[in-house]
């Protein structure tokens, strides 16, 4: 008995584990005096690209996203300045979102059960995906969502580095009684929370917009997403299910996590659609992974 409390004890919070890697992965201060300038009307692009060379691998990573087909840059971005001007500040603030937690990712400690190549390929389908999908169903919302889906899984990725034990745990529970636990609901029963509900919390923690907190929050559960927010979430939610079978190149939903009819409904879209944004994205998603891995880009 003494053991089983002594194991219940030592499982983490929700609290605790946002506390303990909201530190592990401090977003960078230069970040936090960009995202002000980004939203103070008066402030100059010079100013910005002043700001921002401080940092100049995030510069790389910004500047390479930019200009990848998956982000849909008409144009070459080959600087802050251009970026602005032709991608806007909303979209240069996402740039920047994406580019720094990227970076940050890679102080998580190694293991073999996710490994940030596979995390990142994932996450890039997801991301384009949303974006092609939110381009045919609601435009406004393809930069919002392309930097949802490259992030809705990092709950996840935080699991399986800092609680590796419990995620494998939920992960095997999830496999051998997949008609009484779904993952996130196997996460739940091990850890009282499940990724979702650890990546919106990390998200809110580190004061990222609401949108994207409720897309990180919600894309299991798009059906209990805010009203404001229910649109977003709906697409990281159909193009999560879309990356799974894009990686699998099938073409078969049975063989990835189960869409919410409604979501479908609301979205107005059609089964061929959805199989042709896959081949879509299996055509553009190598640009996303330049993201990374610079020597994609070359």
Partial sequence: ??????????????????????????????????????????????????????????????????????????????SVDRAIMLLGRANVRRLVIA?????????????GMLPLELFWRHSSYCATIARLLAEKT???????????????????????????????KAFLSSLSEPSTFSPQEAERS????????LGGALA???????????????????????????????????ANTLAHLAELDSRDLRDAPPL???????LGVQPELLMDLIEKAQYQVLAVEALRSPELAD
């Avoid at 889906?149 to 590796?164: A, M, R, S, V």
């Avoid at 091990?190 to 509900?197: P, Q, S, V």
């Avoid at 004061?207 to 977003?232: I, M, N, Q, V, Y």
């Fill in 260 to 266: 919410e009819p409604q979501v479908l409904e609301g």
């Fill in 138 to 168: 609601s435009p406004a919302d393809a930069g919002a969502v392309f930097l949802g889906g490259l992030l809705h899984d990092l709950g996840l990725l935080i699991l399986f580095t800092q609680e590796p034990e419990a995620a494998h």
């Fill in 1 to 78: 008995m003494g053991d089983l409390e002594q194991t219940r004890v030592s499982k983490p919070t929700l609290n605790s584990l946002v506390k303990s890697t909201g530190q592990l992965l401090a977003i960078p201060r230069v970040v936090g005096e960009i995202m002000r300038l980004l939203d103070d009307p008066n402030s100059s692009q010079a100013q910005l690209a002043q700001l921002l060379a401080q940092d100049p691998a995030l510069v790389a990573i910004v500047l390479r996203l930019a200009n990848s087909p998956a982000f849909a840059t008409a144009r070459t971005v080959d």
């Fill in 204 to 238: 809110e923690h580190w004061g990222l917009p609401h949108s994207l907190c409720a897309c990180l929050r919600f894309h299991h559960a798009p059906l209990d997403a805010p009203e404001e927010f229910k649109t977003p979430v709906a697409l990281v939610h159909v």
């Fill in 99 to 111: 580019g720094a937690l990227t970076q940050a990712s890679g102080k998580l400690p190694n293991q």
């Fill in 190 to 197: 091990e850890l009282g929370f499940d990724h979702a509900e």
